[in-house]
């Protein structure tokens, strides 16, 4: 059964600085999607980033990037020059079975909470 | 504006009332998805609706009943609310294609259950 894993329940950083936020998941289903949300304190849900398991290279978004490590089955969340208005609860969410997009299921992490200091 | 629209905002019941949360989307999205957020919890699939016709089960369904009525729309019941669902509840949608945009989210009902 599809598994997500968020290990760190909050987090600081500094403003300006890069921050890394964990995510260990479990699938044993070759193809799958990984995705990140921001939920901000207002309660709603910003998609940010999706990776594949068969991209070949590291999703990017703006100042959001992803490092994914198959093997370690990872898929952590780096934010780079971290801002106050990324202070929010950060989920990963899994999906199985992406090629036969038959409307999978997304399961997420417990979240973890940024706090960006100024 | 284009999205998935959750009806009502707000909600309090008292124990043993049923009542229906409503959700809607415009996007033209196969799937559609019901999930309810606890704290420290993250969120729970409750039902999820693959395609209009199909309902299926999600983590959490026991206390609930879905209808996909036709491709926009997709409703949550509550046959006799208890406490336990006090809750934050989501609906959701996607369709897949070439890009994944991700799941679109409902601005969520806040349910308490007295």
């Known amino acids: 059964a599809q598994k997500i894993t968020q290990t760190q329940p909050g987090m600081f950083v500094q403003e300006k600085e890069a921050v890394t936020l964990d995510c260990t998941y479990d699938?044993?289903?070759?193809?799958?999607?990984l995705f990140w949300y921001k939920q901000p304190s207002s309660g709603e849900m910003i998609f940010l980033i999706y990776?594949?398991?068969?991209?070949?290279q590291n999703a990017t978004e703006g100042r959001y990037s992803l490092n994914f490590q198959k093997a370690r089955k990872s898929a952590n969340l780096v934010i780079s020059a971290s801002q106050l208005g990324d202070s929010a609860m950060y989920f990963c969410?899994?999906?199985?079975?992406?090629?036969?997009?038959?409307?999978?299921?997304?399961?997420f992490g417990q979240g973890t909470e940024l706090s960006v200091k100024p | 504006n284009a999205g998935v629209t959750q009806t009502p905002k707000f909600q309090v019941l008292k124990t043993g009332q049923s009542m229906t949360l409503q959700c809607a989307q415009d996007?033209?999205?196969?799937?559609m998805y019901w999930y309810r957020q606890d704290p420290g919890m993250g969120l729970r699939l409750i039902y999820y609706?693959?395609?209009?016709?199909?309902?299926d089960k999600g983590e959490v369904p026991n206390g609930y009943n879905v209808s996909r009525l036709n491709k926009r729309e997709f409703s949550l019941r509550l046959e006799s609310a208890a406490p336990s669902q006090t809750s934050v509840y989501f609906c959701?949608?996607?369709?897949?294609?070439?890009?994944?945009?991700?799941?679109?989210f409902g601005s969520g009902t806040r349910l308490t259950v007295v």
């Open positions: 996007m033209n999205h196969n799937s």
């Open positions: 990776q594949g398991s068969y991209d070949q």
């Open positions: 969410a899994m999906r199985e079975d992406m090629i036969y997009n038959q409307g999978g299921k997304l399961i």
């Open positions: 609706s693959a395609s209009e016709g199909t309902t």
């Open positions: 699938t044993s289903d070759p193809s799958y999607g």
């Open positions: 959701a949608s996607i369709s897949l294609g070439q890009r994944i945009y991700g799941y679109t």
